[in-house]
C-alpha cells in the first residue's frame, strides 16, 4: 500500500533553472495538496486540486504552477528556482467524503 | 497571514508528565480542527481532530479541548513518553477544502 509519494526525495537546483515535483496516490481520492514547510513557518498551502483538471491557488502560489491531468498525479512546477523557495515539499490527498488527508514523505529542495 | 497561531514553538516534559500545546484562531468560518503529529524525515500524520461543536475529544492519551467563544483549542498529552518526541501542529479548515496550519510546537520528552 504506497500511499502517497512523491518524487524525487532530494533535489539541489542552481538559481533560475526549472523542475516538476510529482505526486502519485492510489487511494483514488479527489483531493489534492501542494505544501511548503520552513521552519517557524508550518505547512503553507501551496496550489490543490479538487478534482481531475481543476487546480487552485493556496497561501504561497507565487512562482509555482500545477497539473492534474490525471486524478491520481499532481505535479508541482518551478519555472525559474529562486533561493527563496527552497523548503521541504509536501503532497497530500484527502477523499472528498473524508476528513484525514494522508502525507507524502516531502522532497527536500535547495536552490543554490 | 497567519490564521492560526500555535504555541510553544517548543516543549520539554519530563516522562510521564503532560505535554499542552495551544492553538488559537480567527476566521470563524473554520469547520474542522485537526492536530497532526510529524517525525523527523515524514510527512505529517492526523493525531487527533475535532469539530467545533464539541468541547473535548479524547483518544487514548490524546485530548482536544475547544473553547469556541474564545477561539481557541489545546492539545493534551497524557503520561508523555519518549517516543512522542515530534513535532506537532494544530491546524484549521474552511471551506471543505483549504487546511491552514499552525507554525509547529517541537516536543522532546525526557526519559
Known amino acids: 500500500n504506497a500511499g502517497v509519494t512523491q518524487t524525487p526525495k532530494f533535489r539541489v537546483l542552481k538559481t533560475g533553472q526549472s523542475m516538476t515535483l510529482l505526486c502519485a496516490q492510489d487511494?483514488?481520492?479527489?483531493?489534492m495538496y501542494w505544501y511548503r514547510q520552513d521552519p517557524g513557518m508550518g505547512l503553507r498551502l501551496i496550489h490543490y486540486?479538487?478534482?481531475?483538471?481543476?487546480?487552485a491557488k493556496g497561501e504561497v502560489p507565487d512562482g509555482y504552477n500545477v497539473s492534474r491531468l490525471k486524478k491520481q498525479n499532481f505535479l508541482l512546477g518551478l519555472e525559474s528556482a529562486a533561493p527563496s523557495q527552497t523548503s521541504v515539499y509536501f503532497c497530500?490527498?484527502?477523499?472528498?467524503?473524508?476528513?484525514?488527508?494522508?502525507f507524502g514523505q516531502g522532497t527536500r529542495l535547495t536552490v543554490v | 497571514q497567519q490564521q492560526v497561531k500555535q504555541s510553544p514553538q517548543s516543549l520539554i516534559v519530563q516522562k510521564g508528565g503532560i505535554s499542552i500545546i495551544n492553538c488559537a484562531y480567527e476566521?470563524?468560518?473554520?469547520?474542522?480542527f485537526p492536530w497532526y503529529q510529524q517525525f523527523p524525515g515524514k510527512g505529517p500524520a492526523l493525531l487527533i481532530a475535532i469539530r467545533p461543536d464539541v468541547s473535548e475529544k479524547k483518544e487514548g492519551r490524546f485530548t482536544i479541548s475547544f473553547n469556541k467563544s474564545a477561539k481557541q483549542f489545546s492539545l493534551h498529552i497524557m503520561d508523555s513518553q519518549p517516543g512522542d518526541s515530534a513535532t506537532y501542529f494544530c491546524?484549521?479548515?474552511?471551506?471543505?477544502?483549504?487546511?491552514?496550519f499552525g507554525a509547529g510546537t517541537r516536543l522532546f520528552v525526557k526519559a
Open positions: 491546524a484549521a479548515r474552511t471551506g471543505g477544502f483549504k487546511t491552514i
Open positions: 476566521n470563524t468560518a473554520f469547520d474542522y
Open positions: 486540486s479538487v478534482g481531475e483538471g481543476t487546480t
Open positions: 487511494m483514488n481520492h479527489e483531493y
Open positions: 497530500a490527498s484527502r477523499s472528498a467524503g473524508n476528513t484525514e488527508a494522508f
